[in-house]
């Protein structure tokens, strides 16, 4: 998950709900469901509510006071996510924020009214979590690292600005992340009478633990 973007995504929603409300003595308090997709509580859970909480307080949401941060977490087990998603939902959350695509679809299957933020979900176009990632339709929207036919439009927009290109270089990290957007991109070379060459690179250890 990236922590950053996970942060930005939940701040607004919550800047989002009306200041009136916030001002207001007796005012109910807000409730944000958090459903984090890991096999065990550790350093890097932790560090990630922190920070969301901290965040929150920056805002004007302290909780225990004005908003109730509801945290579970579970791997990506099938009974265990229809559980969680059960449970995140019976508690009326004002909004929904979940980091796999396992669990988002769980709490799709469950609300359609509840907003979702969503991280970590692959492609949500191929996931069945949305319908067109341009638009987000009905109560789902979030970030997402992959994406596929946007590997498209990196070319598109590359023609555009310098029409005379004929060849491009693809530089990349080697795996499965990258090795999924060759097809795409190969396909929409051929359609602009572009030739692709590949420049693998191995990414030093050091970037990895960022």
Aim: positive net charge; aromatic residues 8%; hydrophobic residues 45%.
């Amino acid at each position: 998950m990236r922590r950053r973007e996970f942060i930005t995504l939940l701040g607004g929603a919550a800047a989002a709900w009306p200041l009136t409300a916030r001002a207001q003595q007796g005012a109910p308090v807000r409730r944000i469901g958090i459903f984090e997709a890991s096999a065990e509580m550790d350093h890097a859970v932790q560090a990630r509510w922190g920070a969301l909480r901290q965040a929150l307080e920056k805002l004007g949401w302290i909780d225990g006071r004005n908003v109730r941060l509801d945290f579970r977490i579970s791997a990506d087990e099938s009974d265990r996510i229809g559980a969680i998603a059960d449970e995140l939902i019976g508690r009326a959350p004002d909004v929904l924020a979940v980091s796999s695509g396992a669990a988002t679809r769980a709490l799709l299957e469950r609300t359609r009214s509840i907003p979702i933020v969503f991280t970590n979900v692959g492609d949500p176009v191929a996931a069945g979590i949305l319908k067109n990632i341009a638009r987000p339709e009905g109560n789902a929207t979030g970030i997402t690292a992959q994406y596929l036919s946007i590997a498209s439009k990196w070319l598109e927009l590359l023609k555009d600005a310098a029409p005379r290109t004929s060849r491009v270089g693809l530089v990349f990290s080697p795996g499965l992340v990258a090795d999924s957007y060759f097809a795409v991109f190969e396909e929409a070379a051929k359609a602009l009478a572009v030739k692709v060459s590949r420049f693998p690179i191995e990414m030093p250890s050091s970037w990895n633990e960022r």
